[in-house]
């Protein structure tokens, strides 16, 4: 009796799990039917991986240029060639908005001929969508042909994708801020013991205006006056400002990103420096990027695309940036730190809205003058 059986479950392991005639022609059939869908509404849509690693290896070659730090792309260069040896990859780094504003000029007039992959900054993002290859990547991630999490692709364009995220932290010196008196949400910065050159605040109120999802319009710009009384520290840059809190100089920031933290954090051996996670936390989805209509590599721009939200790439960007992993891949800090905390996510269309919601803030500031410079 146990030979037979142990027959038979042999049997299942070598045939049980492999699909049917019936059920191949049915995956098939929704794939084409998919890739109908796709082309109907203007999309390319590629049914099969191995036929995407195939046309890779003949293209044979990818350049990207994007805001990632020297660290990450020297290691991300290093991984991607090692998966892909048959693909001759480069990654340059590009960063700030005057950099941002030339490339997209580039791109726009046509000479931008060396890139496939484009980091999209937040400012120009709409102005790239017209010279994106239009590509339906979130069609393909759901019909399991690509391995990207699907909430890192933007659901309206289909062809941008968004690979590591940033939120905000209170950054502050626990020999000045009692742990009884720490904050816990965005209100406590209200409190009375933070009045009066407590409390640092950028006069780029990226993080505040990141409150509108959660809060709505009218509740974040009520809480941007109410803590303009507070007479805080005004700044510009939250690098040199963590120094100062660390020095003893501000007893507290509030919105500096984590990851920028977590830098300054790594020089800070006593562990002066600490920082509260105050709700609904700010989270923004980071180096979002797209591939360029006139690319001639296409096929490998998906196999980095795919490789981009492995836990490989998701690793490299939390030792190198530091901690700056996607939201959406288990395990990474960024989702590790926020797990079962109320976050304020913009939608993908509200990207465009988020410099009017900083100029309300700035408004709602009263016009501050920067104290300190980056």
Do not use: C
């Amino acid at each position: 009796m146990k030979t037979v059986l142990l027959k038979a479950l042999v049997l299942f392991f070598m045939f049980g799990s492999l699909s049917s005639p019936a059920a191949l022609g049915a995956d098939s059939a929704a794939l084409q039917k998919a890739k109908k869908e796709a082309e109907a509404k203007g999309y390319a849509f590629l049914t099969d991986r191995d036929e995407i690693v195939a046309k890779a290896k003949k293209e044979g070659r990818l350049r990207a240029i994007g805001s990632m730090e020297s660290a990450t792309i020297k290691a991300t260069m290093a991984a991607f060639t090692k998966r892909y040896p048959f693909i001759d990859f480069y990654f340059q780094e590009s960063t700030g908005s005057d950099a941002a504003q030339r490339l997209l000029l580039e791109v726009k007039s046509g000479v931008a001929k060396e890139w496939d992959v484009v980091g999209l900054s937040t400012d120009f993002r709409t102005e790239y969508i017209p010279y994106l290859w239009k590509a339906d990547i979130l069609a393909m991630v759901e019909r399991g042909i690509l391995r990207i999490p699907p909430q890192m692709i933007d659901p309206k364009q289909r062809n941008i994708a968004s690979f590591q995220s940033r939120f905000a932290v209170t950054a502050y010196n626990k020999n000045l801020i009692p742990a009884s008196q720490l904050p816990k949400v965005w209100e406590d910065l209200l409190k009375p013991e933070f009045k009066g050159r407590k409390l640092a605040l950028d006069i780029r109120p990226t993080e505040i205006a990141g409150l509108v999802p959660a809060w709505g319009l009218e509740k974040m710009l009520d809480f941007s006056k109410k803590i303009a009384t507070q007479n805080p520290f005004w700044v510009r840059g939250a690098t040199r400002t963590l120094t100062s809190v660390l020095a003893g100089e501000i007893p507290m920031m509030a919105g500096p990103n984590f990851h920028t933290v977590k830098g300054v954090q790594a020089k800070d051996p006593a562990g002066v420096l600490q920082y509260a996670i105050l709700e609904p936390v700010p989270l923004t989805l980071a180096l979002q990027m797209g591939i360029l209509a006139a690319s001639q590599h296409t096929h490998a721009a998906l196999l980095f695309f795919e490789w981009m939200a492995s836990p490989e790439a998701q690793k490299i960007a939390d030792e190198n940036e530091p901690m700056n992993s996607s939201v959406y891949v288990r395990g990474g800090a960024v989702e590790r730190e926020l797990k079962g905390k109320k976050l304020s996510i913009p939608s993908w269309e509200d990207y465009q809205r988020i410099g009017e919601w900083q100029s309300k803030v700035f408004e709602a500031f009263g016009f501050p003058k920067a104290e300190l410079k980056k």
